[in-house]
């Protein structure tokens, strides 16, 4: 197995301190350390897998389950803590408090994408993922913002206990009766739209109720609603709730019972079909997207064996014979989520600007809180079509992009842009002055060269990713009072956006700034978006950061410049993420003594197969020439060297092949 290469000692990686614990013949290979990290997370780093390599099957599970006890917590964006308000009072759907509201759901997103890249516990997320596309509740229609946070805290904290718990807390949800309509459910008023979807989608499945169910059960959730004024908190309410008798299923539901919601649960657990649902959607989630009645009845029993005790459960499937046969490798299709956030858990790209990720996401059709109906995202096979395909490999081409500039991290006296540009023939380039002095000329190093675009039918929809120059701190006239960017390309199609400046560790947004001269040709764009040589000015003047955030809530939209998320900065790791150059060291490591070629691990790491086309893969290696223009780094920061393994040709030349790698339809499956 390839892992048995680190026993020669050349090992030099911090990861060379698990090699000594490496144990029997029956520890994980790759192939299966791979496969386990994917299943339960979101990609894998090659340290990941040297890390549960050690482990037989039974413990690298028994350490994910363990794990799932105590998950990392993401930070919240600032107004989550706030207190909530009336979603639904007068003036709801004003234009402005429309698009307050959905500044705060962007803000969400972006910490819960963020956190999804950062944490060290991905399997707490990848289950509450699976529960957020089971229990779906929605962003439109009713713009409910704040309690989706507290909606997903409660899949991270009980998705892994008992599901019967977990199913009655959904139904006292705030975010949950908000979505499915509940809060309209009363006594003199019913409405049965959680009751059937309660059936028909989250225990049941189809044709196993009618429509005398949904009525009862509809009878059974009536006064279960919010308390619109008390900060959209749970609210039952007896004097809206029927207290007559029920008849849900052939079992009965005592008159004047109180809260019916822990008998209705118990009524629908007791009915094999919801087991036999819930174990065919985790099979299909996690194993295979190739039914399999005998596994799923199997796993079913387990489930109703514990009394719905998910930890045996999950132990159970991921221990069985179905999700470790090599006939299912490659058998289930990476969602959005699983292709753009496994992308840079994998290779380490950590972006300054999770918006970006979230905009992509929402091109390839998944953006959270965002399912296009209660159903959810359909899953597996349907994610992928001629455009989808498309659109991936252009999300790929701009996270790669990413990674090219992923070493410029500013110190904290440093002054930094975080900037984007694209252009037709001159490459963009901008000037930066600090109190009125020129410190720096920047000229972009990534960003979208638009005739290249056209000729290879590149999607425009996808803007490109930031990068960022800076201007270290003593080359700064100190204390800086002012920054302005300038746009000084000298052509009209070379076109300069601008996220941020940060000074002193804190980010100004371009809603700050002012440009000079007013009077410029292009000053009615959007501030940020530079279509002339003009200048964006900004005051720099000590603010709070968190209540920065707050503000920005009310910032305006643009489909380009990060308005409302841009000063929503990721927590700092508490470890480094690996890089790709430490990537392509410990791979070198791998096929240190000639048993695989470095290629061949790599294809076995990426796409889990063998490499088979090798002339293929270094003509495609070739195939982006002329795709960006050959311009100087930012003279502020330049480019760090390569270690390790990319600091020679060879190095290069596999940096290379990945990232060919990643272009394979076969990177889409896991």
Known sequence: MIFKLFLSGRVVLPVALLVSSFGPAFALDMGEARHLLQRTGFGASPG??????PLTREEAVDRLLVGLDRPDLPVPPPFVALPRPNYWAKGWEDQDMVLQRVAERDQMQVAWIGH????????????????????VSRFDPGRVSAPFFDQVALFRREGHGNFRTLLADVLRDPMMLTSLDNVRNTKSHPNENLARELMELFTLGIGHYDQRDVTEVARALAGHGVDFDGGWTYRYSPEEADDGEKHVLGQVIAARSGDNTDRLVDILL??????????????????SIRPSPEASERLAVVLRDHDYDLKPFLRALLLSPEFWSPDHRGDLVKSPIDLVVGFCRTFGLMPDDAAVLVGYLDRLGQAPFMAPSVAGWREGKAWLNMKTLAYRQTVLSRLWDGIEVA??????????????????TTPTRFKVKVNGVEVGTVDQTIGLNLQNQRRKSETAELKPMWETAIIPAEGLPLPVRSVEVI????????????????VDGRRYPPQLGRWSPANATCADAPKGMFYCDVGLAFDIVPFDPRQAVIDDLRADHNSHIEYTTARLALPALPHPR????????????MAADGVESRETVASQWLLGRELTDRGGADRASGSNDGQRPASAQPVSMPMQPAVGAAADEGGAVLADRIRTMTLDPQYNLK
């Open 407 to 424: 070493d410029r991290k500013p110190k904290p006296d440093d002054l930094a842009v975080r900037f984007s540009a694209q252009f037709i």
């Open 487 to 502: 746009h000084a390309s000298g052509d009209p199609d070379s076109q300069l956006f601008v996220n941020w400046v940060e």
């Open 270 to 287: 007791a009915q094999p079909q919801t087991a036999e649902l819930i174990a065919a959607k985790f099979y299909a989630a996690f194993v």
């Open 578 to 589: 690996q890089s790709l150059e430490e990537s392509l060291a410990l791979l070198s490591v």
């Open 48 to 53: 990941e897998m040297v890390a549960v390599a």
């Open 116 to 135: 999804m890249i950062t944490t060290q516990t991905p399997f707490a997320e990848r289950m509450a993922l699976f529960w957020h596309g089971h229990f």
